[in-house]
């Protein structure tokens, strides 16, 4: 049991929420990269105007910042941006929307993840510790 305690240490953490935050991400950007023109329609009618704008930046957020963060290269800078983003959806779904809490828990737990590797960095298994 102590020898598995010893092996989880911090870089393997953030090794694992890099690459859950990551995933997820990516896999919910590419759709909107392949086609901006219906993500854009899609965020005029939620409210985001002009939606060609706010789908774009979306949509690249969500696609290259999740690349950015698997591969450990501004991790920080990507997360940011995702912590921002995870931030307007929760506003956006509690106010505008008045969905119920099951509705914005993904959006905070997004936030919690971006927030760890905002903190913490990317760790010892990134791009960005080879230099």
Known sequence: MINVILLLNSDWVLFF???VLATVMIYY????????KSNARDFAKMGFKPGWLWG???????FFG?????????AEIAATLMAFQAI???????????KP??????????????????TFGSGAYSIFSLF
């Open 17 to 19: 929420a890099r690459t």
């Open 29 to 36: 950007g590419l759709p909107k990269t392949r086609d901006l």
């Open 56 to 62: 774009t930046i979306t949509a690249f957020i969500e």
């Open 66 to 74: 999740g690349v950015a963060i698997l591969v450990g290269f501004l």
């Open 88 to 98: 307007v959806g929760m506003i956006w779904k509690i106010t505008k929307t008045n």
């Open 101 to 118: 809490f099951i509705d914005w828990s993904y959006d905070l737990m997004l936030l919690a993840v971006s927030l760890i590797i905002i």
